[in-house]
């Protein structure tokens, strides 16, 4: 790995192009050979490929996936791409398709995830790859490449420790820009696009890709979801301009008006600088997704070790008669924990919406109160979390109040830590009874984390994928797609529409609203039944 320095310019005009981020970017994407790729590498790409299809067909039928699959329809026919729970036979324009599919793999939550300077869901990046790869007839092969860059690109950009990665949140600016800047690096080597056409797409991607973390306070709605779709967007068309010859605003992370002087540390510092450390293809492996972690839990990863610990706790909690935390008998909740964790899904970010169980899922997939009381109030965590009865609401409510997060310097300084075995996104959780009795417990990282408890293997990622949709596909289709993604390496073009699986044992949901994707769709069937209707007549 070689760390690179990145500073805003002097002087416009002063950074060579060799010099420039986006450059560097762009060379590793088109330098990478597949032999750069280790075994396990390949395989935890096809992990994370049956992953999302769990998780996207999961979603299918929620409504904002509902309605971004409706936009898609318009596309029927326009081009090769297909989409999660439809017919393989039914091709989409492939923006439209990657619109789709990663806004229904982001709905749950429950995507990988990888957390150092900035955070991220590194599998944003393989539904516009696997969209464009079937638009454009790309082997099995060469989509493995390109997801491989992807995940390479985007943890160098969060960090790999020893101080580097570029910290967006700090300035409220959402992580979308790290995965449009990635997504065109993988499409770059996927498509074997020259360095100047694949450094002209990262200029482009990561210029369109600004947005605040706005999304993420207050009434959080759809833009959330939404993100990883208009990403998706914004890198395919970043490719496609920089295909055509079209060149993306340069230098887009060190230019006098770039990323960094107007959006991050540079707008108060003209010196502030960034380290990114990037693989050198032909010398390193492409090994940052082994750096990454898979989701066993629907929720914020941040929360993935504090639900395991109490879930492993409430066992020693004082029980009802009929199942269930006593919560009278507990007088408060205590974790000690990182900064994020108290300042983003805590009670140290001071949102009143996190402590309220009527609050939207988007909400409390986002508070590690509803995720401590949830997971003592059922003594479980599955599909049914989120479906709160309303004879649970009050308790629940109650039981939120009792929780509070506390900074503790010592897992903040884990949570920040460049050893990834020592670095750590749990805490230690005091439950203190109404007799004065405290019952304590800690948890460094998640149990399916690669250093916790369970590390996840294959067959975690297919018993996934068995749970989420045992009532939406058939076993026949579910070895169809598993067989397909086994044999990724070797596919053919023709076989990459099996990798969105179709959903063969309940109907998608349509809109019973009219928009103005549906509008013409809606007019054009009217129409064509009034023209039977006339020709009927005559």
């Not at 609050?359 to 003592?376: W, Y």
């Not at 149990?447 to 975690?460: D, E, I, L, S, V």
Request: some cysteine; proline content about 4%; aromatic content about 6%.
């Amino acid at each position: 790995m070689k760390t690179h320095i990145v500073k805003a310019e002097k002087r416009s005009g002063d950074l060579k192009r060799e010099d420039q981020l986006a450059w560097k970017i762009a060379k590793l994407a088109v330098s990478t050979k597949d032999s750069d790729l280790p075994a396990d590498v390949v395989d935890m790409i096809k992990n994370r490929i049956i992953d999302n299809a769990a998780i996207a067909l999961a979603a299918v039928n929620e409504h904002p996936v509902v309605v971004a699959r409706d936009k898609a329809l318009a596309s029927r026919g326009m081009g090769q791409a297909t989409i999660y729970g439809l017919p393989q036979k039914e091709t989409f324009g492939a923006c439209e398709a990657a619109f789709v599919n990663a806004v229904a793999v982001r709905f749950r939550d429950q995507d990988d995830t990888y957390l150092a300077a900035e955070y991220s869901h590194p599998d944003d990046n393989i539904s516009p790859l696997l969209a464009v790869a079937q638009q454009l007839g790309v082997s099995g092969k060469d989509l493995i490449r390109g997801i491989g860059v992807a995940y390479e690109v985007h943890v160098a950009l969060v960090g790999t420790g020893d101080g580097t990665g570029i910290c967006l949140h700090k300035h409220k600016v959402d992580h979308m820009t790290h995965i449009a800047a990635a997504s065109a690096a993988g499409l770059s080597a996927m498509l074997k696009l020259p360095i100047d056409q694949a450094y002209h797409a990262v200029n482009f991607a990561v210029h369109n890709a600004i947005s605040s973390r706005q999304s993420r306070k207050g009434d959080i709605g759809a833009q959330k979801e939404f993100v990883p779709g208009f990403s998706a967007e914004i890198s395919i068309d970043a490719v496609n301009a920089a295909m055509h010859g079209l060149k993306g605003p340069n230098p887009v992370y060190e230019g006098e008006d770039s990323i960094i002087r107007r959006f991050l540390n540079g707008r108060s510092d003209p010196d502030a600088a960034y380290k990114v450390a990037l693989a050198e293809p032909g010398k390193d492996k492409l090994c940052n997704i082994m750096m990454t972690y898979p989701k066993e839990h629907a929720f914020e990863y941040q929360g993935q070790a504090i639900i395991d610990m109490a879930l492993e706790m409430a066992d020693r909690l004082p029980k009802k008669d009929v199942g269930g935390v006593d919560w009278s008998k507990i007088k408060g909740i205590l974790l000690q924990t990182s900064h994020h964790t108290d300042h983003v899904i805590g009670t140290g970010a001071n949102d009143p919406q996190k402590i309220d169980s009527d609050s939207p899922r988007g909400t409390l997939d986002h508070s590690i109160m509803f995720a401590i009381a949830r997971s003592m109030q059922l003594g479980r965590w599955d599909e049914s979390v989120y479906d709160i009865k309303p004879k649970e609401k009050e308790e629940l409510r109650l039981a939120m109040a009792k929780i509070r997060t506390q900074q503790d310097a010592e897992w903040e300084r884990r949570y920040h830590s460049t050893d990834p075995k020592e670095q750590s996104f749990g805490g230690t959780m005091i439950v203190t009874l109404m007799s004065g009795q405290e019952i304590k417990d800690s948890k460094a990282c998640a149990n399916a984390h690669p250093f916790g408890r369970t590390p996840w293997k294959r067959p975690n990622y297919v018993r996934k994928l068995e749970n989420l949709t045992k009532e939406l596909m058939s076993t026949v289709e579910r070895a169809r797609f598993l067989k397909v993604v086994s044999g990724l390496e070797k596919a053919a073009a023709a076989q990459l529409a099996g990798l969105t699986p179709k959903l063969d044992m309940i109907p998608l949901e349509e809109l019973k609203t009219r928009g103005i994707y549906n509008a013409c769709r809606k007019v054009g069937i009217r129409k064509g039944k009034n023209a039977i209707r006339k020709k009927n007549s005559r």
